[in-house]
């Protein structure tokens, strides 16, 4: 009998309390979720190459969600990645989707949103 290994999500916030709701919430549905307050934490994580997904805060103290989306695919990870925000305004939307995001949702996050667009990323692959 073989185990099934949950799925790995790491996330990027440097809010506590968002970190650590995102990662309740995910791990309620299955998920395995690691949550970083610095990006270097999340770029050092040990389990980086593992990871399915990345959720990313379009804001952070030193690299935000895009920059440090720019350095993970510079250093050839290709998996796909949520963008966190305030204001998803239709400019930000594009640039998300131009650097390479598959989704961009608006916090506070409602609904089990997250959960869900993990599933259709992980199901489609993007």
């Known amino acids: 009998m073989t185990s099934i290994i949950p ?3 790491l996330i990027a916030a440097d809010d506590r309390a968002v970190r650590d709701s995102l990662q309740f919430s995910l791990q309620l549905e299955g998920y ?3 949550t ?3 990006e270097t934490g999340l770029l050092t994580d040990p389990d980086l190459a593992k990871a399915m ?3 990313l805060d379009d804001r952070k103290p030193y690299l935000d969600g895009f920059d440090l989306l ?3 695919r510079a250093r ?3 998996m796909p990645a949520v963008l966190l925000t305030n204001n998803a305004n239709p400019r930000l939307r594009a640039r998300a989707a131009a650097a390479g995001f598959c989704s961009v949702l608006e916090k506070p996050l409602l609904n089990n949103i ?3 667009t993990l599933r259709e990323i992980l199901v489609t692959g993007q």
């Open 114 to 116: 997250l959960a869900e």
């Open 36 to 38: 970083h307050f610095a």
């Open 7 to 9: 799925t790995l999500v």
């Open 32 to 34: 395995r979720v690691r």
């Open 76 to 78: 050839g990870f290709a």
């Open 53 to 55: 997904c990345v959720v």
């Open 70 to 72: 720019k350095r993970l």
